[in-house]
């Protein structure tokens, strides 16, 4: 008896050490089915973004031809306007941004009188043309007014075949007008009209 008792004991010790040893495999087994069917996303298979492409901006870089104009509302009275021949030089432009110098010339012995004469510039643009800025290097000075404030930006816009842009400012303008011998009396709003849609010429080297 004692003998069969301890076959049994041996007996029921293997079976144990079989079922542990298959519960094992077992487990072992599911990770790897499960490693090798696994469908969780590989960053590094993962599609690159795309990058949206430059914005292209309109080319000015030259030399340009055109007209402008000058309005003065005279302050309590009526307002006169002028002709004035423009051009610009357009030295350099990187994207948005395009400097150079613009030119509102008189063409008569009166517009000799009120149209600025020449300026540095700096203007921003957006890409479809539209000016949203101008920065002139200072007031206008004329002879027959004087400004007391600087030049503001109101609108303006660009394309390959030129630009045009509108400024205004405030001033003390000879009252009447044209005679040199009387004084800065009258306010004054003016503004400053320019279109420059002739090219000229590819301009200076950069």
Same mark, same amino acid.
């Given at each position: 008896?004692?003998?069969?008792? @301890?076959?049994?004991?041996?007996?029921?010790?293997? +079976? +144990?050490?079989?079922?542990?040893?298959?519960?094992?495999?077992?487990?072992?087994?599911?990770?790897?089915?499960?490693?090798?069917?696994?469908?969780?996303?590989?960053?590094?298979?993962? /599609?690159?973004?795309?990058?949206?492409?430059?914005?292209?901006?309109?080319? $000015?870089? @030259?030399?340009?031809?055109?007209?402008?104009?000058?309005?003065?509302?005279?302050?309590?009275?009526?307002?006169?306007?002028?002709?004035?021949?423009?051009?610009?030089?357009? +030295?350099?432009?990187?994207?948005?941004?395009?400097?150079?110098?613009?030119? $509102?010339? @008189?063409?008569?012995?009166?517009?000799?009188?009120?149209?600025?004469?020449? *300026?540095?510039?700096?203007?921003?643009?957006?890409?479809?043309?539209?000016?949203?800025?101008?920065?002139?290097?200072?007031?206008?000075?004329?002879?027959?007014?004087?400004?007391?404030?600087?030049?503001? *930006?109101?609108?303006?816009?660009?394309?390959?075949? @030129? *630009?045009?842009?509108?400024?205004?400012?405030?001033?003390?303008?000879?009252?009447?007008?044209?005679?040199? +011998?009387? /004084?800065?009396?009258?306010?004054?709003?003016?503004? *400053?009209?320019?279109?420059?849609?002739?090219?000229?010429?590819?301009? $200076?080297?950069?």
């Amino acid at each position: 008896m004692v003998e069969s008792a @301890g076959k049994r004991t041996v007996v029921g010790v293997a +079976r +144990r050490r079989v079922r542990v040893a298959a519960g094992t495999a077992a487990v072992s087994a599911a990770l790897i089915i499960g490693g090798c069917g696994s469908t969780a996303p590989n960053p590094s298979s993962a /599609p690159s973004p795309v990058l949206a492409p430059a914005p292209q901006y309109p080319s $000015l870089v @030259g030399e340009w031809g055109g007209s402008g104009g000058l309005s003065i509302q005279y302050r309590d009275s009526n307002t006169v306007s002028y002709h004035c021949d423009a051009s610009a030089s357009v +030295r350099s432009q990187h994207e948005a941004t395009f400097t150079g110098y613009g030119s $509102l010339d @008189g063409s008569s012995l009166n517009s000799d009188k009120q149209c600025p004469g020449s *300026f540095a510039f700096t203007a921003v643009m957006t890409p479809d043309g539209t000016i949203t800025s101008v920065q002139t290097d200072g007031p206008f000075r004329l002879t027959d007014c004087m400004a007391v404030t600087d030049v503001s *930006f109101s609108n303006g816009t660009a394309s390959s075949t @030129g *630009f045009s842009i509108k400024l205004t400012d405030h001033a003390l303008c000879r009252w009447p007008p044209l005679d040199p +011998r009387n /004084p800065y009396s009258k306010e004054s709003d003016r503004t *400053f009209a320019m279109v420059v849609d002739r090219w000229r010429g590819p301009g $200076l080297p950069q």
